[in-house]
């Protein structure tokens, strides 16, 4: 199965810095998606990026597809401590949507 | 608002013993998957299920079974567990007959196998 891959498996920052978690993919998409997981937990999903859209934003949340790279980029701005968390992105097809391992974020007050 | 439900969060069984984790969502989903989650290993699909009595196997379906009787409902069996099979379980369902809208999930079950 596809899968994405987030880069790097694991990032500290200081609150007020900016976050960017990287995913690659190996094959053609039609959305991409990305989620968070607070520690033992479900996840739960921040945004979808279709195959046609470069840039979305949602809040704090830029995300960014170069589908001529297979890969996307999630940017969380001004972080807090409360988005300490896993980030996962995972993409459609295959339609049984697969994960990486996830990127740990850590926001330090 | 919309919820997908797990029976237990916590649950501890003997080695041999067969499992039954139950998810139940509200949405009226046509698509339900069950995926483990291991530390380093993240999460991977057990076994999915795009309509009622129907099931597909996911990338490590061996030691499970699923059962969708009625599409609200996708039920995880463990035959006979063992202790390889201690893990978080997490449910999801979405919409979407050719593609997948956002997946919602459960809050995951943590099983101890003993």
Redesign the interface.
Known sequence: SQQGEEDPQALSIQEGENATMNCSYKTSINNLQWYRQNSGRGLVHLILIRSNEREKHSGRLRVTLDTSKKSSSLLITASRAADTASYFCATDPPRQLTFGSGTQLTVLP | DVK?TQSSRYLVKRTGEKVFLECVQDMDHE?M?W?RQDP????R?IY?S?DVKMK?K??IPEGYSVSREKKERFSLILESASTNQTS?Y?C?SSSGR???????????T?LSVL
Not at chain 2, 40 to 43: S, V
């Open positions: 997908v698509n998957f995926y380093g290993l993240g999460l699909l999915f795009y597909e996911g990338d978080m997490l999801a050719t593609t997948n809208e956002k997946l919602f999930f459960g809050s995951g943590q």
